[in-house]
């Protein structure tokens, strides 16, 4: 973010610039215009001087991390006001991942819950009306430290903090909190500190790592059917906590790969899955392929939720307990493949699919499918729970038997139907395009979640 001056001198710059393109001093001048002998010589208009005023900018900040479920930590941080003048009102605005809470309530700042909306996962916001002057060239920090609690469902959660200078006043005054509860304020810090040790944004963000797992699974299908039919497969993923998990970039936070059993050929795949060749690259013939790559819808998922990925399976020859195998695989975060997850057992499942036909068929193979990975996490142990099992549905005149479990809670309500590869191609390969290009994206400044919305700020 640049500084207030920088930002005023870009203003006075972008209006000379303009009032010069209105004289016809432009690029797009004409010849006559070039050649007048009354226009200004090259490097002859004034500089633009920023204009005075206060620029607030917040000190480095470590992050906090070890922290657990339950407990309430500190989240320390400094603002200097770099600027020529004093700053005479102050807007601070919070806003923390999910599993943060504010330890207090303070009697200058409104504070908001935010449920999950649209791509975004809930937070919770304060905006904080701090009536006081902040003298340039002083390094504050606040007169009692600003704490958070570390709820159950935390793991990998973020505060930020964007401070405003000169900000109206709030509606109807400035004691929002209402009772007895102190207010929030800065005060100068004591020993001054180094000046050096200054950001220099408007804007900070403190990571806090909880100690803390969450248990990704994966279900398969036991299928049986007819040679010439079809059968439904229903892989599930889920979360059964009891962290969320956000990723550190705006890739999927789950990524897994699905076998198709030898002797079968999908003819309908599920949203967020494209096929993808042995080496783990999106091919564009979907028909035929050996194995599909799926993720989930956004980059976070809530705990204890899950979603079903059903695949239509055409049975075109009898193979013995055919089998697909089904695993997690490395998704796009610095990580490697769920560090936070202790339980592998429910890491890896299968697709099997047997016929029904007299006789006997080949002998069946495991297909697709790579490594569960290094599913290490932190030193609280994850939880598991059971799923539950469903029935499938008869298909073009042939039974069908569907057993697994079915993903509920947050992902469930996005749903992920079937999408016939016919009418389907061109989506798959729209989203296998898209899936390289996200895997392509350069390292970004660690964010632990998607951009955030802030309180409304205060009205003029």
Request: aromatic letters at 6%; a neutral charge.
């Amino acid at each position: 973010m640049r500084s207030a001056s920088k930002a005023r001198a870009l203003k006075v710059a972008a209006a000379g610039a303009v009032a010069v393109v209105g004289l016809g001093w432009g690029p797009a001048a004409s010849s006559a215009v070039a050649d007048d002998p009354t226009r200004p010589a090259a490097g002859s208009l004034p500089e633009p001087t920023p204009e005075p005023g206060p620029e607030l900018a917040f000190g480095r900040t470590a992050p906090v991390d070890g922290v657990r479920p339950g407990s309430t930590t500190a989240v320390p941080f400094s603002v200097t006001n770099k600027g020529d003048a004093p700053a005479t009102r102050v807007a601070l605005f919070l806003t923390g991942s999910q599993g943060l809470s504010f330890a207090e309530k303070y009697a200058n700042c409104v504070y908001e819950e935010t449920p999950a909306q649209d791509e975004g996962p809930a937070q919770v916001g304060a905006v904080c009306d701090i009536e006081q002057d902040l003298a340039p060239g002083v390094v504050y920090v606040p007169e009692k430290p600003l704490g958070v609690t570390v709820l159950d469902r935390a793991l990998y959660e973020r505060l930020s903090l964007d401070i405003q200078a000169d900000a109206p006043a709030f509606p109807g005054g400035t004691r929002h909190g209402g009772g007895a509860a102190p207010e929030l304020r800065l005060v100068a810090r004591q020993p001054p500190g180094d000046p050096d040790a200054i950001d220099g944004y408007e804007r900070l963000d403190v990571a806090v790592t909880a100690r803390n797992t969450a248990d990704f699974a994966l279900t398969g299908a036991d299928l049986q059917g007819k040679v010439g039919g079809s059968v439904t497969a229903e892989v599930t993923f889920a979360n059964k906590g009891p962290a969320w998990v956000a990723n550190d970039v705006g890739s999927p936070i789950g990524v897994f790969e699905v076998g198709i059993p030898t002797g079968t050929t999908v003819t309908g795949a599920p949203d967020f899955c494209v096929p993808v060749g042995r080496d783990g690259k999106a091919r564009e013939k979907a028909v035929g392929a050996s194995a599909y790559r799926c993720t989930t819808p956004y980059n976070y998922v809530d705990a204890h939720a899950g979603l079903p990925y059903a695949f239509r399976l055409r049975i075109d020859r009898a193979v013995r307990n055919a089998t697909g195998r089904v695993a997690f695989v490395k998704g796009d975060h610095r990580w490697g493949t769920l560090p936070f997850d202790r339980n592998r057992e429910n890491n890896t499942a299968a697709v099997v699919v047997s016929t029904t036909d007299a006789g006997t068929g080949t002998g069946g193979t495991a297909t697709g499918g790579t490594g569960g990975g290094d599913t290490r996490g932190s030193d609280t142990q994850g939880t598991t729970t059971q799923g539950t099992s469903t029935e499938g549905t008869t298909a073009q005149g042939t039974d069908t038997h569907t057993t697994g479990a079915r993903g509920d809670g947050a992902l469930a309500a996005t749903g992920s139907g079937i999408v016939p590869l016919i009418a389907g191609t061109a989506a798959a390969l729209v989203m296998a395009s898209g899936f390289l290009l996200a895997s392509r994206q350069p390292p970004r400044r660690p964010s632990r979640q998607p951009p955030r919305r802030q309180p409304d700020r205060p009205s003029s």
